[in-house]
């Protein structure tokens, strides 16, 4: 297999932020994103958000941005630490961070619901449980429509929260890693005032920001990549030509038993972590095959992303372990519930349906009690397959059509196959208040595909 080399293993210490070269043009060495870091329990983030010009693929384009970068800093933590969280809005309409995937208690509001007005500065604490699952996750804006517009233009980072590497045997506890963040470049072709500002022609598929950078690589090294597909709506369908990916995490939840894969495909919002082998002297492609999600999603064509090069000198191939974390298996489990959610269009509008109704902030479309499991099923009429996530929750799936699916983790989003349906059981754990639901390709989200989940004592 082929691999990744950047972050080492020590590479959590005090709060800094590591800054690097923000824009790498075309076949440059692949580079991480800079990092904001945690040190003493506690990660402080300062981010700015305006609308700036910033260099990509050797061009120049106007970009919603984090800190000045269109792939912003990634914010690494621990289990059990606060973020100490400061935004500043220089853009129009209204913003907000939400941190995706996992739960956080917020001191000050729900980060889904909050609302940063043009010009104020807004600071906000979130404490993060010790039992917070080692992984990869992601922030982006989320406070209103248009989400795609914001997401494609620059308006989303990762998060990684430590702690895989003691699930694995000593001998890989010190492999390097990488940071892989998936984004379609798009670009606006005026600075504007709004968050939709577009026209800008199209670049491609980026990694890291990005476009076809090369990656090196030791033949037998042993290395972890942190996927991530932060896109507005895109489908990835990631493959390295005669390699396998080992998935040790999916959507930051480990892996009970660690599981091959040929190719992975990941919907908007999902998150694999695996390890990669190098192989022998040469080069091949990271590339995203084509990928038909339905006459009524589009099809998204084959593109290479990266090119890996495995070179130097050879070390010896590690062996990999079956079993890996431990799986809080729900399906023994007493349901307290038995739900049906629809995502459906609305065939009189240019819009769609969470449950029959368009989004609405202010409504609570289900309630579910603290400390209960329940079972869902999730139903797709449409001829487009969708990308269902539920906000801080993980789930287990359970089927895949009526066809029992043998999972090996939780996940927090999923692909309804088109006319079809799955069924996923929650467990509702941390603290009561209100969630959302939605699908993950922004474009249906903005158009109402969205509901509010309320979690009560």
Known sequence: MIALAGIGACDVGETALVRKAAQVPQGAPLRDPPQYVSGNGVLRVRIVVERRQVRVAGRTLWALTYNGYYMPPTLRLQPGDRMDFTMVNKVHPLTNLHVLGFEATPVRGSDAFLHIQPGQTFHHVFR?????????????????????????????????????????????????????????????????????????????????????????????????????????????????????????????????????????????????????????????????LPYNAGAAAGRFPHRTLATAVSAGTPVSCAALPVTFATMRDLSQEPVAAHRTVVFSPDRTANRFFAMGRYFNPERVDIRSRLGTVEEWTVRNPTDAQQAFHVHTKGFQLMSVNGRPHNAHSWQDTVTLPERGHVVIRLRFTGHPGKVVFHCAMRSHQDMGMMAVLQIVK
């Open 128 to 288: 993060f449980p010790r039992t917070l699952m080692p992984g990869t996750y992601w922030y982006h804006s989320y406070a209103q429509p248009p989400m795609a517009t914001e997401a494609t233009d620059g308006m989303s980072g990762i998060i990684v929260v430590d702690g895989l590497r003691r699930h694995l045997p000593p001998n890989l506890r010190n492999i390097t890693e990488r940071v892989i963040a998936l984004k379609d470049v798009q670009g606006a072709a005026a600075p504007g005032r709004g968050h939709d500002v577009r026209g800008g022609a199209g670049i491609g598929g980026a990694v890291n920001g990005q476009i076809n950078p090369v990656i090196r690589i030791r033949p037998g090294e042993t290395q972890l990549w942190r996927l991530a597909n932060i896109s507005a709506g895109d489908y990835y369908r990631l493959h390295l030509r005669g390699q396998r990916f080992q998935v040790i995490a999916q959507d930051g939840n480990p892996v009970e038993r660690i599981w091959s894969a040929d190719s992975l495909v990941i919907p908007a919002g999902a998150r694999y972590d695996v390890l990669v082998e190098g192989g022998r002297p040469g080069h091949t492609e990271l590339e995203t």
